[in-house]
Antibody
């Protein structure tokens, strides 16, 4: 079964760090374009970051310089390292997959990140 | 960066009615790179339409997508109870529209 399962969310203080994980099954993370998308409470979807199958990475301006996307091919897992967290980073974070430059056809269930003192 | 603007923000309709949702881009978008998603409360988004007009696997044929350039449309021909949700357009791998909520009238 094709599946994405996120983990690593939680409560963190402003300025803190958190690493999200997204474990894939049924397909190979390194063969797809893997993205992170977030959704603040009661708000719409916001694309955060992507890692291409070739390894290139891109970020939304709102997280550039603070977040780092990566993958571990041996674990078939996607990561999002989030540093210098702000209150406005509070959201449900979804990982999503596409077969190249295509629509996101596989989504995880999401993991909640709350940035608050 | 291309900005996608969806309208209306909320659509109040009855089951059986036709829903027409709009997505307008600030610059021309390749039709091949426009998708629509459905999201229900507490759930992850689900891909409905890719390439502006192709239905994803398992999507009923009451859902259809059309458009090109800067204007795209998602049409639900006859609303079923399970279709009441929020719908987002997206340029592949990038920005999403703000969403249209389809609610029961």
């Amino acid at each position: 079964e094709v599946q994405l399962v996120e983990s690593g969310g939680g409560l963190v203080q402003p300025g803190g760090s958190l690493r999200l994980s997204c474990a894939a099954s049924g397909f190979t993370v390194s063969s797809n374009y893997m993205s992170w998308v977030r959704q603040a409470p009661g708000k719409g979807l916001e694309w955060v970051s992507v890692i291409y199958s070739g390894g290139s990475t891109y970020y939304a301006d709102s997280v550039k310089g603070r977040f780092t996307i990566s993958r571990d091919n041996s674990k078939n897992t996607l990561y999002l390292q989030m540093n210098s967290l702000r209150a406005e980073d509070t959201a449900v974070y979804y990982c999503a997959s596409s077969s190249g430059p295509d629509a996101f056809d596989i989504w995880g269930q999401g993991t909640m990140v709350t940035v608050s003192s | 960066e291309i900005v996608l603007t969806q309208s209306p923000g909320t659509l109040s309709l009855s089951p059986g009615e036709r829903a027409t949702l709009s997505c307008r881009a600030s610059q021309s978008v390749s039709s091949s790179y426009l998708a629509w998603y459905q999201q229900k409360p507490g759930q992850a988004p689900r891909l409905l339409i890719y390439g502006a007009s192709s239905r994803a696997t398992g999507i009923p044929d009451r859902f259809s997508g059309s458009g090109s350039g800067t204007d795209f449309t998602l049409t639900i021909s006859r609303l079923e109870p399970e279709d009441f949700a929020v719908y987002y357009c997206q340029q592949y791998g990038s920005s999403f529209g703000g969403g249209t909520k389809v609610e029961i009238k």
